[in-house]
């Protein structure tokens, strides 16, 4: 009898005796439905905005980093170019010297700056220095003082 009375059940559920009982299986069912797509159409904004959000978000990140890689090559450029300057510099500075070094400009400066002039024959002392080796000290010491006699020019 149990199990009669849970057929009966069961088919009450699905049977429809008159059109205002079938109006109420209707809208139970519509109510449900009508739940389910609330349910669903807020579930939907949430992904939507939760999407929209972390595009965003990961477009402010790729966005910043790409300022961040233009920041570097600017830097770059300037340094490229501030190398260019010193190489120049350096470049400029190195012919100066070459140019310092040469000895037509060493002359030519001697005799307009300093107002040099070359020797003339009487006035150049040439000398020979003998092996030190066999000589002792003191003749050294008065050789010494004899090539200063001779460049001053003055006598013992």
């Not at 009966?8 to 079938?22: C, F, H, P, Q, V």
């Not at 595009?55 to 501030?82: G, H, M, P, Q």
């Not at 500075?93 to 003339?120: C, F, N, W």
Request: charged residues 30%.
């Amino acid at each position: 009898m149990a199990e009669a009375a849970r057929k009966l059940d069961y088919l009450e559920d699905y049977t429809i005796l008159n059109e205002s009982e079938a109006q109420v299986h209707n809208n139970t069912q519509i109510k449900k439905t009508k739940k389910y797509a609330k349910r669903r159409k807020f579930f939907l904004k949430i992904l939507y905005s939760t999407f929209a959000f972390v595009l965003l978000a990961s477009a402010i990140f790729i966005l910043s980093n790409y300022t961040k890689i233009t920041a570097l090559n600017v830097e770059i450029r300037n340094l490229d170019a501030k190398i260019v300057q010193v190489e120049k510099k350096q470049m400029n500075l190195r012919a100066e010297i070459e140019k310092i070094k040469s000895q037509r400009d060493i002359v030519h400066e001697a005799r307009t700056k300093l107002g040099m002039v070359y020797p003339d024959q009487s006035q150049i002392v040439y000398f020979t220095l003998e092996d030190s080796d066999d000589q002792d000290l003191p003749k050294e010491k008065n050789f010494i003082s004899g090539i200063f006699s001779t460049l001053t020019g003055s006598s013992k």
